[in-house]
């Protein structure tokens, strides 16, 4: 027969799971970069097309609700944002829009 074992939390009770950012234990630089990646996120997801054509098959970089940096190679999209010190920032890949995906069933 096995014992179970309980763990013991500093506060002695059971852990509260809220989903408040500010109780993640970050910094409030973190935080406030969290929020900006959230606006940055829904910005992105709300381009028209012709942004989705002009960036196909390439990292972008945002910030800001603005492409601050893009880049066929992350590498080379990572040398850029380190040249102008850049800490924070959302990177998405964008697909080719006309590319067309097929699945074997």
């Known amino acids: 027969m096995r014992r179970k074992e309980r763990l013991s939390r500093p506060n002695g009770g ?3 799971r809220t989903g408040k950012i500010s109780e993640l234990g970050l910094s409030a630089e973190e ?3 969290l929020r900006e990646a959230k606006a ?3 910005w992105l997801n ?7 054509e002009k960036y196909a ?10 492409v601050i940096a893009h880049s066929k190679s992350m590498q080379t999209l990572r040398r850029t944002l380190g040249a102008q010190r850049i800490r924070f920032v959302t990177i998405s890949f964008i697909e080719d829009p006309s590319a067309v995906v097929v699945y074997a069933l």
Do not use: M, T
């Open 40 to 42: 940055d996120d829904a």
């Open 31 to 33: 935080r406030a970069y």
């Open 46 to 52: 709300s381009r028209p097309p012709a942004f989705w």
């Open 14 to 16: 059971q852990a509260k």
């Open 57 to 66: 098959e390439q990292y972008v970089a945002v910030r800001f609700q603005q």
